[in-house]
């Protein structure tokens, strides 16, 4: 795999392209499970093996469906519902809190060769939003549904919904009331039907804040027809207020797909909305730049300058690349005719 790996103002600016040439083998994927201040020493061994693992069993997943000659919209969903039903990541089940001490969570995918696309925001009891995000785009006239009228269709289509608390994770609570205390707001009653308190090591929300509300989830897919689909799924920011919706469900912005390219973000979506981050990458990619040019352009130069922080994970013409100006992202890629790529931290592959 080749790499990049430079300092920039604001941090680290990490990419890597995949191990192979693809074009003429067929399929790939890559994901991301959030980025954030993440280094080595700040995880215990058992932590980091838990992500490696979960990162590990969802290229595998991916990577086995599209060489048994699954479509990838099947694939990107198939992966991301794994990755919302894992509570280490802010996406359906372990999603960060809202101020008023709620699960709200954002999702949308879209599809390269026609550009179709679907999106929800702040759907509060919709097991896995990336469903209802995919079935938005196949199933409405409509591309982004939000709040309870997303909830009414997903009811509709005999969606699988959850009471909010299903969502709840203690070390999320803890890091949103840790937040709440922050800004001086009241601390939100426990959610009905959250389980007993347990006790949270500070260490451990210390590395939640600096991993940034962290564990987002992104895949992107090529099947062996070539179609590029890209899917991203979030909670969004932890202790967001006022009906807060970041870039994750904004297509252009956290998820992009072309016929040539797929983009899926994660970070500050105040960023990402502006600058339009995934839609640039592709769309400077297709204009001729290599994907570590536009890499380099748009994540090491634009993001970092405009004071932003985050990552993406791509799929162009040549396979998987990514980068991210934190210290780190939890990310994975697969292409035929090699092993998984599983990494943490700026300095690996
Ligand atoms: N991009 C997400 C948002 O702003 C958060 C993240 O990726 O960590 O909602």
Same mark, same amino acid.
Not at 108 to 122: F, L
Not at 208 to 229: C, K, L, N, P
């Given at each position: 795999?080749?790499?990049?790996?430079?300092?920039?103002?604001?941090?680290?600016?990490?990419?890597?392209?995949?191990?192979?040439?693809?074009?003429?083998?067929?399929?790939?994927?890559?994901?991301?499970?959030?980025?954030?201040?993440?280094?080595?020493?700040?995880?215990?061994?058992?932590?980091?093996?838990?992500?490696?693992?979960?990162?590990?069993?969802? *290229? &595998?997943? %991916?990577?086995?469906? !599209?060489?048994?000659?699954?479509? /990838?919209?099947?694939? @990107?969903?198939? +992966?991301? #519902?794994?990755?919302?039903?894992?509570?280490?990541?802010?996406?359906?089940?372990?999603a960060?809190?809202?101020?008023?001490?709620?699960n709200e969570l954002d999702s949308?995918?879209?599809?390269?060769?026609?550009?179709?696309?679907?999106?929800?925001?702040?759907v509060?009891?919709?097991?896995?939003p990336?469903?209802?995000?995919?079935?938005?785009?196949?199933?409405?006239?409509?591309?982004?549904?939000?709040?309870?009228?997303?909830?009414?269709?997903?009811?509709?289509?005999?969606?699988?919904?959850?009471?909010?608390?299903?969502?709840?994770?203690?070390?999320?609570?803890?890091?949103?009331?840790?937040?709440?205390?922050?800004?001086?707001?009241?601390?939100?009653?426990?959610?009905?039907?959250?389980?007993?308190?347990?006790? *949270? &090591?500070? %260490?451990?929300?210390? !590395?939640?804040?600096?991993?940034? /509300?962290?564990?987002? @989830?992104?895949? +992107?897919? #090529?099947?062996?027809?070539?179609?590029?689909?890209?899917?991203?799924?979030?909670g969004?920011?932890?202790?967001?207020?006022?009906?807060?919706?970041?870039?994750?469900?904004?297509?252009?912005?956290?998820?992009?797909?072309?016929?040539?390219?797929?983009?899926?973000?994660?970070?500050?979506?105040?960023?990402?909305?502006?600058?339009?981050?995934?839609?640039?990458?592709?769309?400077?990619?297709?204009?001729?730049?290599?994907?570590?040019?536009?890499?380099?352009?748009?994540?090491?130069?634009?993001?970092?300058?405009?004071?932003?922080?985050?990552?993406?994970?791509?799929?162009?013409?040549?396979?998987?690349?990514?980068?991210?100006?934190?210290?780190?992202?939890?990310?994975?890629?697969?292409?035929?005719?090699?092993?998984?790529?599983?990494?943490?931290?700026?300095?690996?592959?």
């Open positions: 795999m080749r790499r990049l790996l430079m300092s920039v103002c604001a941090g680290v600016l990490a990419s890597g392209a995949a191990m192979a040439q693809d074009e003429t083998e067929g399929w790939a994927i890559v994901l991301h499970g959030g980025a954030g201040v993440i280094e080595r020493g700040d995880m215990d061994a058992d932590t980091e093996a838990a992500y490696r693992e979960a990162l590990d069993v969802a *290229i &595998r997943m %991916g990577g086995e469906l !599209l060489d048994d000659g699954v479509a /990838a919209i099947d694939a @990107v969903e198939a +992966v991301i #519902r794994y990755l919302e039903d894992d509570p280490k990541f802010n996406a359906g089940r372990g960060v809190f809202t101020s008023g001490g709620r949308s995918i879209m599809r390269g060769s026609d550009m179709q696309a679907g999106a929800v925001a702040g509060t009891t919709v097991r896995h990336i469903s209802l995000a995919r079935a938005v785009m196949e199933r409405s006239p409509h591309v982004m549904l939000q709040s309870e009228g997303a909830e009414e269709f997903a009811a509709s289509l005999e969606l699988e919904l959850v009471d909010n608390s299903y969502f709840f994770t203690e070390r999320r609570w803890a890091s949103m009331v840790r937040k709440v205390r922050e800004l001086g707001l009241p601390i939100p009653p426990r959610p009905e039907g959250a389980p007993e308190p347990e006790p *949270i &090591r500070e %260490g451990a929300l210390d !590395l939640m804040e600096r991993e940034h /509300a962290f564990g987002t @989830v992104g895949v +992107v897919a #090529r099947d062996r027809s070539g179609e590029i689909v890209a899917g991203t799924s979030t969004g920011t932890t202790a967001k207020r006022w009906g807060r919706v970041g870039d994750s469900p904004i297509i252009g912005a956290g998820t992009y797909a072309t016929s040539e390219c797929g983009v899926s973000a994660t970070g500050t979506g105040e960023y990402f909305i502006r600058l339009n981050v995934a839609a640039r990458i592709c769309t400077y990619i297709e204009a001729g730049q290599t994907p570590d040019d536009a890499l380099e352009a748009v994540i090491s130069r634009d993001l970092t300058a405009m004071g932003g922080d985050g990552g993406v994970v791509i799929l162009a013409a040549d396979g998987p690349h990514w980068a991210f100006n934190t210290a780190g992202m939890y990310r994975a890629s697969w292409t035929p005719g090699g092993e998984p790529v599983v990494s943490i931290y700026g300095d690996e592959d």
